[in-house]
């Protein structure tokens, strides 16, 4: 079982618990958020281009629609959604193409729908190996600035330090609102 920090799970749910629409997990994996957004109440689903974690999230919680799909092109039509969670899945992005994934999660957000963001925290746009996988760190004011020019106004940006001993990086999180 995944592990979730407390943080992490308060500041997830009352989030997502203010969005109006159904809330989208982006790059959900084995859908661990996905499932637990839904047994909050919210009406949540995932997608994720991994096809194993799809099909074991859809396993795990059978309440809760799960897609196998890019986040750079996602099967939802224009405006679908009043909230997508992109937790630690726009990661793994290239920096020079995280334009293409900021772009799609606003064509299916409503207008005044809300995007929150995890990430590693770093204090330039560096890349590091997470789990066999490459992946980004970023500093909060240069993903503001992509969010920014993706059609965005950042409402909130959380820190906090890694208190797990499996994972000691520090932590980020970005609350926007799509214009
Ligand atoms: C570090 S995991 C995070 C999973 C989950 N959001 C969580 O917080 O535990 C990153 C996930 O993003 C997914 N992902 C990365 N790039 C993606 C893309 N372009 N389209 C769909 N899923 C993607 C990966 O397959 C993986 O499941």
Redo the contacts with the bound molecule.
């Keep these: 079982m995944?592990t979730m920090h407390h943080a992490d799970v308060h500041l997830i749910t009352s989030w997502a618990r203010q969005c109006d629409g159904i809330v989208l997990?982006?790059?959900?994996?084995?859908g661990?958020?996905t499932g637990h957004l839904t047994a909050a109440g919210v009406d949540a689903c995932g997608?994720?281009?991994?096809s194993t974690?799809v099909h074991h999230a859809r396993e795990v919680h059978p309440g809760t629609p799960f897609k196998v799909?890019?986040?750079?092109a996602m099967p939802y039509p224009n405006a679908a959604f009043g909230g997508v969670l992109a937790?630690?899945?726009l990661?793994?992005?290239d920096p020079n193409d995280i334009a293409r994934?900021l772009a799609e999660i606003t064509r299916v957000l409503r207008p005044g729908g809300s995007l929150l963001v995890?990430f590693f925290l770093g204090e330039a746009i560096e890349e590091f190996d997470?789990?066999v996988v490459r992946?980004f760190r970023w500093p909060s004011e240069a993903l503001r600035g992509r969010l920014v020019n993706a059609g965005f106004e950042i409402l909130e940006t959380h820190t906090r330090t890694g208190s797990l001993a499996s994972s000691p990086k520090p932590h980020a999180a970005i609350i926007a609102r799509r214009l």
């Design positions: 995944t997990d982006a790059g959900c994996g084995p661990h958020w997608i994720d281009r991994v974690f799909g890019d986040i750079d937790w630690y899945s990661i793994h992005h994934p995890g997470h789990a992946a």
